[in-house]
């Protein structure tokens, strides 16, 4: 295996020529929806759990034409169709055949994060633009083999996050990147819940979820990614000097494999950044905390910010985002269309120096010391 460093090397030089490819514009290679016609889309895989909530979204939607559901597993593929009633020549339990007859615009990926590689490059190869629940890969390579074929099919590949679609985390930029508000000091995120066992995700769900391949670890992964993804934001792309990170088994009789509980320490060259990724809140949290030299911002979920930038601290209500900002569907339906670029929480760029953080976390974690990054930058 190659040395962590040349690792993390490579993944930044196929950053920058990601950053360059997309910012001319790759749908150019892809299908182009016209701007009268439903986007027509495919769902690839359906054994992540917020494939249930997306697939009605997507059913109900008048601007959005499901023409293929996928996955191997006959059982699921059934319930799935059943779910929303629909006719059984929408199911595939064939890939290349799906995407051969339907010709879709767009796939939406909810398998395990261990084969998003595998599911965009089969994408790629069609020229259709992948979205994938978060976070973009396992490790390394795994980012490094999606973004050769973003760049050889010419598609966009875009990595959805809750958070991304809270007006508190729009908000929290916009204030915080105020002249008056100073240079960014401070970053704490504190993602999670009670435990995907405890509350009940689906038995494929938690199948993956608690495999260390399938996933790359357990919640260091399923919540690190959230604080690494908008402290990534929050930096413009900065990549961090070093990670230090620690995990804890403390259920070992429900998490045998996969670490339950991870706080992570990211090292930039003028700020610090605290990622606290668990399956042991007493109460699910996605929590932000940005410092700059003269203002704060909290955000407690998508709705509540508190703000201080002068003598007292104020509550505010953040204002809704733009419609295409509002949620998944309606941010791919965006970028299909060529009326928006990937850009934030939400692109490549960003979601390569995630994976960097979250395989660099994972290694201090194993051996207790802090990784440093490679020198090389975007």
């Known amino acids: 295996m190659r040395p962590f460093a040349t690792r993390l090397r490579t993944a930044c030089r196929l950053a920058a020529w990601v950053l360059v490819a997309l910012s001319f514009g790759s749908s150019a290679s892809a299908q182009t929806a016209p701007a009268g016609r439903p986007l027509k889309l495919v769902i690839a895989g359906l054994v992540h759990g917020h494939v249930h909530s997306f697939l009605h979204s997507a059913v109900d939607r008048s601007d959005v034409q499901l023409v293929g559901v996928y996955d191997p597993d006959p059982a699921l593929l059934a319930a799935a169709l059943a779910e929303r009633k629909l006719p059984s020549s ?9 995407l051969t007859e339907t010709a879709p615009e767009a796939m939406a990926i909810f398998s395990s994060t261990g084969d998003h590689p595998a599911l965009v490059a089969a994408a790629a190869k069609h020229h259709v633009h992948a979205m994938m629940e978060k976070p973009l890969a ?8 999606i973004a050769r074929s973003a760049k050889d099919g010419g598609i966009h590949v875009i990595v959805n996050y809750e958070t991304t679609w809270y007006p508190s985390m729009a908000e929290t930029w916009r204030l915080m990147k105020q002249p008056s508000a100073g240079r960014v000091r401070k970053l704490v995120a504190m993602d999670g819940h009670e435990g995907p066992k405890e509350i009940n995700v689906q038995p494929e769900f938690l199948a993956w979820l608690t495999d260390p391949v399938k996933n790359g670890g357990g919640a260091l992964y399923d919540f690190g990614c959230y604080g690494a993804n908008l402290m990534t934001w929050l930096m413009e ?8 990170a620690l995990t804890q088994r403390q259920k070992p009789a429900v998490y045998a494999r996969v670490d339950d509980e991870a706080t992570i320490l990211v090292e930039y060259a003028g700020a610090q950044g605290i990622i606290q990724a668990s399956w042991n809140w007493p109460f699910g949290r996605k929590d932000f905390e940005v410092y700059t030299e003269h203002a704060y911002a909290i955000a407690t979920g998508g709705g509540t910010l508190r703000v201080r930038t002068g003598q007292q601290e104020e509550r505010t209500t953040p204002p809704p985002l733009a419609p295409d900002l509002q949620d998944s569907i309606s941010y791919l339906t965006a970028v299909v269309r060529g009326t928006r670029q990937p850009d934030g929480p939400s692109s490549l760029a960003n979601n390569l120096i995630v994976t960097e953080i979250l395989a660099a976390a994972r290694e201090s974690a194993q051996t207790g010391k802090a990784v440093r990054l490679a020198d090389a930058t975007h």
């Open 237 to 244: 792309n900065e990549r961090p000097r070093s990670v230090f």
């Open 138 to 145: 396992v490790s390394v390579a795994d980012g490094d083999a």
């Open 90 to 98: 929408v199911g595939f339990a064939d890939l290349e055949k799906m």
